[in-house]
């Protein structure tokens, strides 16, 4: 069964109910939802079973592989509903798509966005159950069943807690310490796209919680890394690689990392008007990036996102994982081989 089988299957109910026009709704938004991308979490679940030589049976493996990309499923479209991206990655996001149905429904203007809510957090909600539910029936022993539910409920409360600190350091004047927005990262990326899926796979191939918790070090570096060097490709990146907006974190005033930095240099005061403006011009954008650019910003959070990855090369080193899983983990995730490659030489 593929992998797209598995979620389907998942997210199909044992028995449909009866408003088979708004439940259609829900799950038409859901494969939307779990369509596409690049499956990284489920792949780096099995990549990590297999450098243990675990030997769960392939279907225990395939279900847990699974819950981490529903999970991922909902945790993306939460966070289109609390960022309002009715697109994502050039195409329309569920939010967007629940907004289509408003439109075609010949709902009243005013009524659209309570539709387009109301569709996106439950299609949301269903993807997390189904990731629940995933984990509890894969079919493991109880004991390692429990392990992964433990390590799932964690990534719940961190990656909410996220969420929620980054929706409110956007808020108000106040700009977060360094130590601050890093949290963020690792609470609203690390947490679920690395150390989960890393720590999955080595708890299906019966490993240590010594080596589990190692796992989980190595994946909150490289999820830190992988956020930093996300934010700079936010602003700077190709939309037509990234499927980003490049205005997006600036007219939402994210304060990420970088913003961080800039605000401590004396460039600040001409980039912090135009911090959080949702009417920012591209013209406006390009002096902002020119400013990140000057005042170092941009290379500081490079610098910072490889000292992450050389930290978990070394601790990848010292468990000997390092050829069998980081090299290619890397290559998988952003393509990155080496540490002087950065974002703004690719």
């Given at each position: 069964m593929s992998l797209q089988d598995e979620l389907d299957s998942?997210?199909?109910?044992?028995?449909?109910?009866?408003?088979?026009?708004?439940?259609?709704?829900l799950l038409a938004a859901l494969e939307l939802g779990t369509s596409g991308g690049k499956r990284f979490r489920p792949w780096l679940v099995s990549t990590v079973h297999a450098a243990f030589e675990g030997a769960q049976a392939e279907t225990v493996v395939d279900s847990v592989a699974a819950a981490t990309e529903l999970l991922h499923t909902a945790f993306v479209i939460h966070d289109d509903v609390i960022d309002n991206d009715d697109t994502r990655r050039g195409r329309p996001s569920v939010p967007g798509w629940f907004r289509a149905d408003a439109v075609a429904l010949d709902t009243a203007d005013e009524d659209q966005d309570t539709y387009t809510r109301a569709g996106a957090i439950l299609a949301g909600d269903l993807a997390l159950a189904a990731a629940i539910r995933a984990v509890a029936t894969?079919?493991?022993?109880?004991?390692?069943?429990?392990?992964?539910?433990?390590?799932?409920?964690?990534?719940?409360?961190?990656?909410?807690?996220?969420?929620?600190?980054?929706?409110?350091?956007?808020?108000?004047?106040?700009?977060?310490?360094a130590e601050e927005a890093l949290a963020v990262a690792e609470h609203k990326t690390a947490v679920y796209s690395f150390m989960l899926p890393m720590q999955a796979g080595a708890v299906l191939a019966g490993a240590n919680d010594h080596l589990v918790e190692a796992l989980g070090e190595i994946g909150r570096c490289l999820g830190i890394a992988f956020q930093l060097r996300d934010d700079?490709?936010?602003?700077?990146?190709?939309?037509?690689?990234?499927?980003?907006?490049?205005?997006?974190?600036?007219?939402?005033?994210?304060?990420?990392?970088l913003m961080v930095h800039a605000a401590q240099t004396s460039s600040w005061g001409r980039i912090?008007?135009?911090?959080?403006?949702?009417?920012?011009?591209?013209?406006?954008?390009?002096?902002?990036?020119?400013l990140l650019e000057s005042c170092g910003a941009r290379r500081h959070i490079?610098?910072?996102?490889?000292?992450?990855?050389?930290?978990?090369?070394?601790?990848?080193?010292?468990?000997?994982?390092?050829?069998?899983?980081?090299e290619p983990l890397l290559a998988h995730a952003w393509g990155v081989t080496t540490a002087a490659t950065r974002v703004g030489a690719a």
């Open positions: 998942l997210v199909s109910p044992t028995r449909a109910p009866d408003l088979a026009r708004d439940h259609g709704a894969c079919g493991a022993d109880p004991q390692t069943t429990g392990r992964l539910l433990d390590l799932l409920d964690a990534t719940l409360h961190a990656s909410a807690a996220g969420e929620l600190a980054d929706v409110r350091l956007s808020l108000g004047p106040r700009m977060p310490d700079v490709l936010s602003i700077f990146g190709d939309p037509a690689e990234t499927g980003k907006d490049r205005l997006g974190d600036l007219r939402e005033g994210k304060r990420t990392p912090a008007p135009h911090l959080g403006d949702p009417h920012l011009t591209e013209t406006t954008a390009a002096t902002v990036r020119g490079e610098e910072l996102a490889d000292r992450h990855v050389e930290i978990a090369r070394e601790q990848a080193r010292s468990l000997g994982l390092d050829g069998s899983l980081l």
